[in-house]
């Protein structure tokens, strides 16, 4: 069974650092595009950071400059970086990987979840 495993979030003061990171998990032929999303209570879920192909990335205008998406192949891992960071970064972080799995058809998957609080 494929799973993506988060981990990293917690609590930070504003202007802190935190990296979240998250590993695809199970019999896998392949893993596409990697990419960060994040949910605010009572906002809709929102794409923070992809990574679409090799040097290829895109970010939230919000982030540019504070977050950077970079990934470990061999590891099947997926890292966000995120500095100087503000309340309103505040919300639950989700990791979406589109993984190609042994025995079963291509498709994305998305993480569990990591909670990420700013605040003093």
């Known amino acids: 069974q494929v799973q993506l495993v988060e981990s990293g979030g917690g609590l930070v003061q504003p202007g802190g650092s935190l990296t979240l990171s998250c590993t695809v998990s199970?019999?896998?032929?392949?893993?596409?595009?990697m990419a960060w999303y994040r949910q605010a209570p009572g906002k809709q879920r929102e794409l923070v950071a992809a990574?679409?192909?090799?040097?290829?990335?895109n970010y939230l205008d919000s982030v540019k400059g504070r977050f950077t998406i970079s990934r470990d192949n061999g590891k099947n891992t997926v890292y966000l970086q995120m500095s100087s960071l503000v309340p309103e970064d505040t919300a639950v972080y989700y990791c979406?990987?589109?993984?190609?799995?042994?025995?079963?058809?291509?498709?994305?998957?998305w993480g569990q979840g990591t909670q990420v609080t700013v605040q003093y």
């Open positions: 199970g019999r896998i032929y392949a893993v596409g595009a």
């Open positions: 979406n990987a589109d993984i190609a799995p042994v025995g079963g058809p291509r498709r994305d998957y």
């Open positions: 990574m679409t192909g090799p040097g290829r990335t």
